[in-house]
């Protein structure tokens, strides 16, 4: 509820953001790491949002990734490792005013941080989620992470990783009440910013593989998709994604996917080659968990007291009499 | 028919004079023929008694008796032989509520309840009255609801709209004090993050005080302290800031706008005789205008702490505007906030003075809610003698009020106050002013009405007000929308598309013969009921019915010429439930003429058989088929070899290949410029870490070449090599004396 004051007086402010009111520091990244990418777009979106930089939160783990609040000109918390989602639940929660966004990596998300990551799509809290999956743990020199493809050889993985690796977007939508999944990569960043906005616009656990390349320790993963934009394919929909007529000279490879869709989401997930590039799976009508929690009174001080107060009385033991220091039994 | 007429009329079909008096007519105790089934309210079940729930939300505001029966049978009866002697129990429960409350008990439903039980009890024993206890007993724990127990009367509608009211001041109560507390408790957050900045809440004795009694002994608060001290922080909040928020603060924290002035502010509840109940308009704006500066104060301190709260205070901005911010300063929606006014008034009270009063208020934007009870409603020859005493009539001032386009407005009558209760609660909780017109069908009680005008029940008349159009029912409510349509509603009304409601009577002549058909109950059945217009009517004994006689409504629908040829009656039935025909008199047929008249204006501008509407309907439809047509038309032209048939099932998705690409106009031959294809930059550093002045990013941090000639050819063809999108085209070096040219332009063949 606002006043008509306030709502007349907000609309007079002229605030005006640009790009530099949210870069922070210089990135401590490597020359040439797709993280660059990711945190170019993330800031166009917040100044094409005009998000107040004291009502934006960027929660993260640990890794190269997990790095990103630092560059980023607003409130931030860099967490434990595989532990982000549950600090920005608990941000989300206490404070829905604010704009949350979870970075986490590969290594962060679907290593260590797997139980949290299953039960904050469970949870479908409102924030937008950047994993970026470079296929590798990078802040720690290489160790293969779960989606390091079969066969890389590590620090871990001397003679080879052994397993398949996982598939972030599949397991998503594998979530029964998943609200919003989509893929990324970081080398067409016009579709990167697209993506990263409609996850934004997007109320609910809006999560995105973000593709990223590791020039340090995965050189030449992804340079069969980068090197011949054939081998993507694009996903469009009247109520998703557009691709400009620029970038579809390019990326000729296209198919209009409904992101309602969700059996022909999971088919798409399921492929690799060609690379899907889109929203693949979008339900509005998801109910967020802070909204079901939602309280119907503020909890003011004086209402918490007297709760704690109520659950503390059931264990307190009153003395019969005095002799027995306290220590008095009940009958 | 004139009067003449009618008696000329009766002499030749009976051979009689009409008796023309009430004393003639009433000793009958004749009643319109469809009433027929509802000669002993008490037997059947109808809309009353309602009850008012306790602790009511905007869902169930009010109930009847029936429905709450209903739903409990519907959780304990199961079906067979044990489920229909529970219906019976409870329905007899139900009959006997119904004749405590209309022998004038004013209880609360559980205590009816009980009282009505004990009574069915005491009349039986043995296995019945045990088979009895045990319906009894389920169903009364099955009771969800309690409140006071109304019957239809003449005090009802003001009881009804008080109750509905007083939810909607809950409500409002309710959600004022949340939002307040909210905005309080984010106020004291900001104030106690500035104090945990300071030196104070930095102190060993604090920090000790906040750690609690009992591992206090382990820790070195003075440690921690000189800790905490050491780390720098950004110093603490501006003192006018602080002032700011301490003084919003104490406004939000000492309000207390729904109590009477003198509770306490813990006990404050809506509260409503003195400050918020009236019997005057002038008394309630008193009332208001005694609150006014409170409410000022308080949308103030809101505005202030929702702007603190968001970060969004501009002294430079907003200091100037909090200075001058008063009753000016107030938009409906902040009025909606806060209490309505409610003013309960009668229609015989209404004299000149009182109406434009009541006009005025209904023109400003203030809460104020006006209850307009109407006791005689009758137009036409009855009321003629009334009239003059009790000046404007309720109709027209809700008609009056309806033009101000200010006020929400409803009218109904007090059989349809159920119907009507999303409605009453809408204009009650609603920030402006609010008219309710109501009939309450009760023309006995008061002294100020003819006494006694009618020997029916309040609830019957006032349903057949409604029915016949006499006081039709409506809702405006000016903010709902564009156009009349939108905003008047008289949905409410019975089959409110046709003139007149039309109902199945059967009924058995002297041979014992059966007949049925349908009647309409028009606006001469409502006048019927009037002891006034008994000179009005003129019965016909059977034995005279004749062709030239016809029913009331057929009558109204013939022309002029044909109607001469008529004699209109109406049916009604006597106390021993035998039906008679009554030939009208011409001063009735006109008053149900101007009647009908009325209500079709009413219809049409609800939107109901609104001819002009339906013309729009129908060109709009045209338009948009030839639209349509037009769009197909092209649509094929442009696509001649699209297939008629849509996608077949298997196809699940359809993959396009979108044909070969068209080369990027600035790819399309070698240049001899330099230049990066900024869009499809992944801001990844290469190239700036190579020349930070010859590359540079734009405004989305995307790379372009800012100066080719701030760094050598050498630097651009490392770039375009390095750039793993590789969208860097190096073009020909600018400077021929550079060494390594040749190798270099090789180097550069691939990009450019
Ligand atoms: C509890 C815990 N276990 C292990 C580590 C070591 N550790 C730091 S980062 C990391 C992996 C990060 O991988 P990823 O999330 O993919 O991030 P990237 O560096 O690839 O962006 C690990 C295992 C840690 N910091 N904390
Ligand atoms: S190690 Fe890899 S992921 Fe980490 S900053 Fe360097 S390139 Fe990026
Ligand atoms: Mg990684």
Known sequence: MTTSATRCLLRTLDENYALEDYQSGVPRWCIGCGDNAILAAVQRLCRDEQLPPE???????????????????????????????????????????????????????????????????????????????????????????????????????????????????????????????????????????????????????????????????????????????????????????????????????????????????????????PMPVGVLYRNRNMPCYEDLREPDKPYTPSMVGAALNREFDKFTIWPENGEDGGAGKRG | MCANRLAVTTLHLTGEKPHGDADGFGPLGLRPALFSAFMDLSLIRYGYPLVLIHGAGEDDLVLPLTEIMDGILIEIAPRGIEGERMRRHLLGLEKEIRILVAGGRAESLTRLWDRAAAALLSGTDGEPRRSLANSLEQARENLRYDGEVVDCREETPARVLKHIWSVAQNNKDRKLRETIDTLALKLSHILQADFMKTEEAKSAVN???????????????????????????????????????????????????????????????????????????????????????????????????????????????????????????????????????????????????????????????????????????????????????????????????????????????????????????????????????????????????TAGSSHLPPY????????????????????????????????????????????????????????????????????????????????????????????????????????????????????????????????????????????????????????RAQEMLAREKEVWEREKEKELAQLREQTPSAPDQPPSAGQAAEVEETGPPEPAPAADAPVDEPYIETPRCTSCNECTDINDRMFAYDENVQARIADPDAGTYRQLVEAAENCQVAIIHPGKPRNQDEPGLEELALRAEPFN
């Open chain 2, 460 to 611: 019957l008349l006032a349903a057949a007000a409604v029915e016949s159009r006499a006081f039709p029912a409506f809702v405006y409510d000016p903010g709902a929308g564009e156009g009349w349509s939108s905003r008047l509603s008289v949905g409410v009304n019975p089959q409110a598309e046709v003139d007149w409601p039309v109902h199945h009577l059967s009924y058995e002549d002297e041979g014992l013969q059966r007949h049925t058909g349908e009647v309409a109950f028009t606006y001469v059945d409502f006048a019927a009921c009037d002891r006034r217009n008994a000179g009005c009517l003129a019965p016909i004994p059977p034995a005279r019915w004749n062709d030239e006689m016809i029913p009331v409504n057929e009558f109204l629908d013939l022309e002029e010429d044909q109607a001469e040829e008529k004699i209109p009656y109406i049916l009604m039935i006597d106390n021993n439930n035998v039906l008679h025909r009554l030939v009208v008199e011409d001063k009735l047929i006109h008053a149900a003429r101007r009647c009908r008249g009325m209500w079709r204006n009413l219809q049409e501008l609800g939107g109901i058989n609104e001819a």
């Open chain 2, 207 to 449: 920090l000790k005080h906040s750690f609690g009694g009992a591992y206090e002994s382990v820790f070195s608060f003075e440690e921690l302290s000189r800790i905490l001290r050491a780390r720098p922080s950004e110093g603490p909040l501006p003192e006018k800031r602080r002032q700011r928020l301490r003084s919003a603060l104490s406004v939000l924290q000492s309000w207390t706008f729904f109590a009477d002035p003198g509770t306490d502010g813990e006990a404050n509840r809506p509260t409503d005789s003195q400050a918020f109940v009236h019997d005057g308009i002038f008394s309630a704006l008193e009332a208001y205008r005694a609150r006014q500066p409170e409410m000022i104060d308080l949308i103030k301190a809101m505005s202030i702490a929702e702007l603190e709260i968001q970060n969004n205070y501009r002294e430079s901005k907003h200091d100037a505007f909090f200075d001058e911010f008063d009753e000016q300063s107030l938009e409906p929606e902040d009025l909606a906030l806060f209490p309505g006014y409610l003013v309960c008034l009668q229609d015989g009270s209404l004299e000149a003075a009182g109406k434009s009063e009541l006009l005025d208020a209904l023109s400003s934007s203030l809460p104020i809610k006006v209850l307009l009870q109407n006791h005689d409603i009758l137009d036409g020859p009855a009321a003629g003698s009334s009239q003059a005493s009790s000046g404007i009539k309720g109709p027209q001032l809700a008609a009056m009020a309806v033009s101000l386009n200010t006020a929400f407005v409803l009218q109904a009558s007090s059989s349809h106050l159920y119907p009507c209760r999303d409605s009453i609660f809408k204009g009650m909780a609603g920030a402006g002013p609010a008219l309710f017109n109501v009939f309450s069908g009760s023309t006995g009680d008061t002294p100020a009405s």
């Open chain 1, 55 to 273: 009502k934006t939160v960027f929660v993260s783990g640990i890794g190269c990734s997990s790095r990103f609040p630092h560059y980023m000109h607003t409130y931030g918390f860099h967490g434990l490792h595989g532990r982000a989602f549950p600090v920005a639940e608990g941000i989300k929660l206490k404070r829905p005013d604010l704009h949350v966004f979870v970075v986490t990596g590969d290594g962060d998300c679907c290593s260590i941080g797997t139980a949290h990551w299953i039960h904050a799509i469970r949870y479908n809290m409102n924030m937008t989620v950047l994993m970026h999956d470079n296929g590798i743990y990078g802040l720690t020199k290489n160790q293969a992470s779960p989606t390091s493809p079969q066969g890389l050889k590590s620090n871990t993985t001397p003679r080879g990783a052994h397993l398949e690796p996982i598939n972030p977007v599949s397991v998503n939508l594998g979530i029964r009440n998943v609200s919003f999944v989509a893929q990324a990569v970081d080398w067409i960043p016009e579709l990167l910013h697209d993506i990263i906005a409609a996850a934004y616009h997007h109320k609910g656990f809006s999560f995105v593989r973000v593709v990223q390349r590791c020039p340090e320790y995965l050189p030449d993963r992804y340079d069969p998709w980068v090197k011949n934009p054939d081998r993507m394919l694009l996903l469009s929909h009247a109520d998703g994604i557009q691709i400009s007529p620029e970038l579809s000279r390019v990326y000729r490879h296209q198919e209009k996917h409904d992101p309602a869709d969700r059996n022909r989401a999971r088919e798409i997930a399921s492929v690799s080659d």
